[in-house]
């Protein structure tokens, strides 16, 4: 760890080392890589949490694919119940008959991703799965299917690795907890 961070003084404790999610990124990569053999891949992530965690995995993911990105924002109370989220930048492409692979930061209720694969599914893809670095099974609301995990965590606020708190921390280099007076 750098000891010159200087946003260490709000991390509450380190939750996942930087060795650690490379060690599980070059995990996840292997099996994609087998799952997908002699197929090709169309990787979305979804912005901005997933853009680290993205461009580490896919260096490790050996069968020919392409990437896109998503970016979407929560309608805010009415997308609790309803489940809707908003679209902010959509793919560039078509989707239709591709195999897609959503690569996001975290789950926590399942209300964005449960949304987004359906309506991939309704644009005609072959097959879409989902790969998360964290997910926080604790907090599900939404049952969706989770194709690779990278890693369960505790029901705690957490960021670095691309995971933000109003949009800070996301250049921690590990994933941390933050320390509550932070947050609340
Ligand atoms: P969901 O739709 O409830 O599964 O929410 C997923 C999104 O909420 C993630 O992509 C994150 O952007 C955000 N999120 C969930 N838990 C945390 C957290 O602990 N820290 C920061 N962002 C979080
Ligand atoms: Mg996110």
Redesign the pocket.
Known sequence: MNGKCEMIKDVKDILISEEEIQDVISDLGKQISEDYKGKELYVVG?LK?ASIFMSDLVRKITVPMTMDFMAVS?YGQASESTGEVKIVKDLDFSVIGKDVLIV??????????SYLTELLKSRGVHDVRICTLLD?PS?RTVNIPVDYVGFEVPN????GYG???AEYYRNLPYVASLKEEKYK
Do not use: A, M, N, P
């Open positions: 979804i949490g929560s996001e930061d975290i789950i926590d209720t399942g209300t964005t991703l926080k907090r705690e606020f957490i960021v995971i933000d708190y």
